[in-house]
């Protein structure tokens, strides 16, 4: 798969360890920065680049960090089209996919050690939608639409 991996300074150490694990799992990697974890940087510069990759269709999925996880994964909603979803477990990793089609996983390089974050990875790359839940997406698209009119 063609896979979207940004980072700001504060999930930069985990975007290295994700990289090598999915280029070696056979994916295809585009890294969009950030590059180094001491020069600070704002995550939504990184979140909206993840963001665009995925809504365009040049990347099947994003991959997106900081140090919680969790704005980087607020920005990135702001897109349209993407359903990031921070997650800190095997379970919400493939739930995020199963009932909420999540496209852009979000992690927390200072939350979630290394090998829970690769564990995650694989196990949201794994799981497949799951149908029944998709009348609720479409709540969410309408969302989104019906936003850009008001
Ligand atoms: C950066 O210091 C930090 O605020 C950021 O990585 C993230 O945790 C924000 O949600």
């Given amino acids: ?85 921070l997650v800190h477990d095997l379970t919400t990793a493939r739930l995020a996919r199963e009932h909420n089609n999540a496209n852009v996983l979000c992690l927390g390089a200072r939350t979630t050690d290394s090998a829970l974050a690769l564990a995650c990875v694989d196990a949201f790359l794994k799981a497949q939608p799951e149908a029944r839940h998709q009348a609720r997406l479409d709540k969410i698209t309408a969302l989104e639409q019906s936003a850009l009119q008001e």
């Fill in 1 to 85: 798969m063609k896979i979207a991996v940004a980072a700001d300074h504060g999930g930069y150490p985990l975007k290295a360890e994700i990289m090598t694990h999915l280029s070696a799992e056979g994916h295809e990697v585009t890294d969009l920065g950030c590059n180094s974890a001491t020069e600070s940087v704002d995550y939504p510069d990184y979140a909206v680049l993840v963001a665009r990759a995925v809504v365009s269709g040049s990347a099947d999925f994003g991959i997106a960090l900081c140090g919680t996880g969790i704005g980087i994964s607020i920005a990135a909603n702001k897109i349209s089209g993407v359903r990031a979803a």
